[in-house]
């Protein structure tokens, strides 16, 4: 069994490592593409007072733990995020089909929170959708990012473009961040 400082070193990524480096980054616009039930998007909004945050869920029910009761997730994100009614947009709803409701160059950055399983075969396709919406200098941030490293191999990224999170003299452990380059 893990110790509750092995547990935060681990899963305290939301709390601790994303907020903090989005404010350490001056990031205000930014987009996370898996809301689920909202938390990471309340810590990063919680933390940073400009940021303006849309998030987008399909919010369907799917096979797995985390996702059988989706609509849970759904009502627990809107309950969630309401204080921040103001700097929030979410949207239900295939983030494939929605990605023309944005324009090119429109976000600091993209948190990349798409690891179900029936998103294995769609990374590639997923990541180039959204990859011109960030704009030059700004970047792709996920958890996780091994998982799917060949994907992202393939659309032109190197071993060295992956870049850990750092928040003062802290490195995340499961955070990383590619730079876009236009």
């Not at 400082?5 to 898996?34: A, Q």
């Not at 096979?63 to 009761?69: F, L, R």
Request: charged content about 30%; proline content about 2%.
């Amino acid at each position: 069994m893990r110790s509750i400082i092995e547990w935060f070193k681990y899963k305290g990524w939301f709390i601790f490592d994303l907020p903090y480096f989005i404010r350490e980054k001056e990031y205000t616009i930014g987009l996370e593409l898996g809301a689920k039930g909202g938390r990471s998007m309340y810590y990063m909004l919680k933390e940073n007072k400009n940021l303006k945050l849309t998030g987008i869920d399909l919010w369907e029910n799917m096979e797995g733990s985390a996702y059988k009761n989706n609509q849970q997730n759904e009502f627990r994100c809107k309950r969630k995020l309401r204080r921040f009614r103001d700097r929030t947009t979410l949207l239900k709803g295939d983030a494939k089909t929605m990605v023309n409701e944005f324009q090119d160059s429109t976000f600091d950055f993209i948190y990349y929170d798409l690891q179900c399983r029936n998103m294995v075969n769609f990374h590639h396709e997923m990541i180039a959708l959204y990859l011109p919406k960030i704009k030059n200098g700004g970047i792709l941030i996920g958890r996780d990012f091994r998982q799917f490293r060949e994907t992202l191999y393939n659309l032109g990224f190197e071993e060295k473009d992956f870049l850990n999170c750092k928040m003062g003299e802290r490195v995340s452990p499961r955070l990383e961040y590619l730079i876009i380059k236009k």
